[in-house]
């Protein structure tokens, strides 16, 4: 009996369920979609369509690739952020859904739209938080400064691919060591997890992300103070700025801004009520 749209998802629903994934039915459909290169509407309106013995081996390799845990975001190149489909692989950190609340709060920060207001992003990754902050606001320009180069190609590629390329200027370095200008609003998703915590953490992260864009420190608080320690120079006068924080972090890191003189505001929670953003504005 052939294959059929259904009958293959079915499968690799079955075998990613068996894997110990955590969206096995989601997972399954991507890699269906990727590797029989059909669209979701496809395989909705036409399940019992058949698949020919190319698009099955293709499904399959992705489909191995899954069940050994790599993310599917790396096997598929790209990862939904904000309202951008951006360009992802092993060089940088996955974009989150929280880290959607940084843009939010960089919005709120940055209003009216039609300024033009100058953005720093330490430690862009992906480039996923500038990015969007960009193309929302399109009088505004920014800065992307990671220590990767690698990285850096990637946010140049998520750029170009979404038309804020002209409006970002990218930046190898280590922080924001020797950088001049200042700012209005400054955001990072900077490492934070313990250091020893990292291998205990879900294959697809330990394994296929990059430690440097996890490793926050014995403590989990190391990028947090070189940042804070640099934001009195770096933001404008009424300049704000926008953290990511992990569970447990956000006292901490509100701590650290006010010992350097700045103000801070109650940090914005995420879905599931924990402090994921400290935000706070220069002296």
């Known amino acids: 009996m052939s294959e059929t749209l259904v009958s293959l998802w079915t499968d690799v629903r079955k075998r990613l369920e068996a894997a110990g994934i955590d969206t096995p039915v989601l997972d399954a459909r991507l890699l269906l979609e990727a590797g029989a290169g059909v669209s979701r509407l496809e395989i909705v309106t036409d399940p019992r369509r058949a698949v020919d013995e190319a698009q099955v081996e293709a499904v399959e390799a992705l489909t191995k690739r899954r069940e050994a845990r790599e993310p599917v975001s ?50 862009a990754g992906s480039g996923a938080i500038i990015v969007a902050l960009l193309k929302e606001r399109p009088n505004a320009t920014g800065v992307a400064v990671d220590i990767s180069a690698k990285a850096l190609e990637v946010v140049q590629a998520n750029a170009e691919r979404v038309g804020v390329a002209d409006r970002l200027e990218i930046l190898q370095n280590n922080w924001a060591d020797g950088l001049d200008g200042r700012f209005d609003l400054v955001v990072s998703n900077p490492p934070y997890i313990r250091s020893g915590d990292i291998d205990g953490l879900a294959p697809e992260v330990c394994r296929f992300e990059p430690r440097i864009a996890l490793d926050g420190g014995e403590d989990g608080f190391t990028a947090y103070r070189i940042i804070t320690a640099a934001l009195p120079r770096l933001l404008k006068p009424g300049g704000a700025f926008a953290l990511e924080v992990g569970l447990g972090q956000a006292e901490g890191v509100k701590a650290l801004a006010e010992a350097v003189g700045l103000g801070t505001f109650e940090p914005r929670r995420d879905l599931s009520g924990i402090p994921r953003v400290v935000v706070g504005h220069s002296g």
């Open 74 to 123: 790396h096997i598929l190149g790209r990862k939904h952020f904000w309202t951008l489909d951006l360009l992802v692989n092993a060089n940088v950190l996955t974009p989150r859904p929280e880290t959607e609340f940084v843009v939010e709060v960089g919005l709120l920060e940055l209003l009216p739209a039609e300024a033009p207001y100058r953005i720093l992003d330490l430690g």
